[in-house]
């Protein structure tokens, strides 16, 4: 499922159509996650953040609140592992075998009784719960993982004033700079150059808009005109790690080419981990949107009618991450979320 000072998602009200907060905003644009020891502030994230030049100009002038030497760079401080232990997130099977094996199949039975496998949200928005197979969330997570501790890996964005937040980011095949708005081929703070996709995560997106457009023609046929999602071929990829505190404030996705915005090509987001809350609507109100669970392994799609739509993450929940994946990969409590957009 793009990218500062603004009410709490609480409180957060209908605003003009744009990517940039209401005139009304007061706090920071990165809606992310809460600063830690820090008064409350958070980022907006993988799915774009809130213009911040835009914002300024629209708070008379105020400036950014990111360093302009460093938006929020950790520079010297020791590479962020998502994995609890050392290492590559290496498979460590703490439990039996025949044990995980009954977990899966629980969760298999549950998952074919109760949920859809296709879920039809909106013109344009397809759920597709559970996407994401076993072995696919692993490999996954060991390739972010191991990205993640390297050149262009993972940092935490902050404020002038050095408050850090607790949610991490890294960028994959273009960078994407929430000083600007902008996607450039190097970090600027640290000149790092974003590692290349993995070819799995292009695979998994095809076979997920794939999927999703035999869903909407057989749902065409009940139905009048055929509904289908423009092909992508990604070239970015924005990967956070939010801790259980992390939130993203109602924005939209608008910091892409002129040519792939009117084509309304879709954005394509994986889940892992715990649970998160997601919120979208017509409009940034919080009392207006639309809300769904996306649980692991869940591949989330809006493009077509729905590219511009506002979106957002309202909470993480806690100890809701499968515990398979925590006793296979050692991810942290929280959830990674991988979101992918052709330029």
Same mark, same amino acid.
């Given at each position: 499922m793009n990218h500062v000072r603004e009410k709490s998602l609480e409180h957060q009200k209908a605003g003009p159509s744009s990517s940039s907060p209401s005139v009304s905003s007061n706090k920071s644009p990165l809606q992310m996650a809460a600063p830690v020891a820090q008064p409350q502030k958070s980022l907006d994230s993988p799915l774009?953040?809130?213009?911040?030049?835009?914002? &300024?100009?629209?708070? #008379?002038?105020?400036?950014?609140? /990111? &360093?302009?030497?460093?938006?929020?760079?950790?520079?010297g401080a020791a590479p962020f592992d998502?994995?609890?232990?050392?290492? #590559?997130?290496?498979?460590?099977?703490?439990?039996?075998?025949?044990?995980?094996?009954? @977990?899966?199949?629980? @969760?298999?039975?549950?998952?074919?009784?109760?949920? $859809?496998?296709? +879920?039809?949200?909106?013109? =344009?928005?397809?759920?597709? %719960? %559970? /996407?994401?197979?076993?072995?696919? +969330?692993?490999?996954?997570?060991?390739?972010?993982?191991?990205? =993640?501790?390297?050149?262009?890996?993972?940092?935490?964005?902050?404020?002038? *004033?050095?408050?850090?937040?607790?949610?991490?980011?890294?960028?994959?095949?273009?960078?994407?700079?929430?000083?600007s708005s902008s996607y450039g081929d190097t970090r600027p703070f640290d000149g $790092? +150059?974003?590692?290349?996709?993995?070819?799995?995560?292009?695979?998994?997106?095809? *076979?997920?808009?794939?999927?999703?457009?035999?869903?909407?023609?057989?749902?065409?046929?009940? $139905?009048?005109?055929? !509904?289908?999602?423009?092909?992508?071929?990604?070239?970015?990829?924005?990967? #956070? /790690?939010?801790?259980?505190?992390?939130?993203?404030?109602?924005?939209? *996705?608008? *910091? !892409?080419t002129k040519a792939s915005l009117l084509k309304q090509l879709p954005v394509v987001s994986f889940s892992l981990g715990d649970t998160a809350e997601f919120l979208y609507g017509d409009v940034r109100d919080v009392d207006k949107a639309s809300k769904v669970d996306l649980e692991s392994g869940d591949v989330l799609i809006f493009g077509g009618k729905s590219r511009d739509i506002f979106h957002g993450v309202s909470t993480i929940k806690p100890k809701t991450a499968p515990n398979w994946l925590a006793d296979e990969t050692k991810l942290r409590p929280g959830r990674l979320n991988l979101t992918f957009r052709q330029y």
């Open positions: 774009h953040i809130p213009r911040p030049v835009q914002l &300024s100009e629209s708070l #008379n002038s105020r400036s950014s609140p /990111f &360093s302009s030497v460093s938006a929020g760079s950790d520079s998502i994995c609890i232990k050392d290492g #590559n997130c290496s498979i460590k099977l703490n439990r039996s075998l025949l044990e995980l094996n009954r @977990e899966k199949r629980r @969760e298999r039975e549950q998952f074919s009784k109760e949920v $859809a496998p296709l +879920q039809y949200l909106r013109p =344009g928005m397809v759920l597709l %719960k %559970k /996407f994401l197979k076993h072995d696919d +969330q692993v490999a996954i997570i060991k390739s972010c993982q191991t990205l =993640g501790v390297g050149p262009g890996g993972f940092y935490t964005p902050g404020y002038r *004033d050095g408050a850090k937040l607790s949610l991490r980011m890294m960028c994959l095949g273009k960078n994407w700079d929430p000083n $790092a +150059q974003p590692p290349s996709i993995p070819e799995l995560f292009r695979k998994i997106v095809k *076979d997920a808009i794939q999927a999703s457009n035999e869903f909407l023609k057989q749902k065409a046929r009940t $139905a009048s005109g055929v !509904e289908e999602l423009p092909p992508l071929s990604p070239d970015i990829c924005i990967v #956070n /790690f939010y801790t259980t505190g992390g939130k993203l404030g109602l924005h939209q *996705d608008k *910091d !892409e």
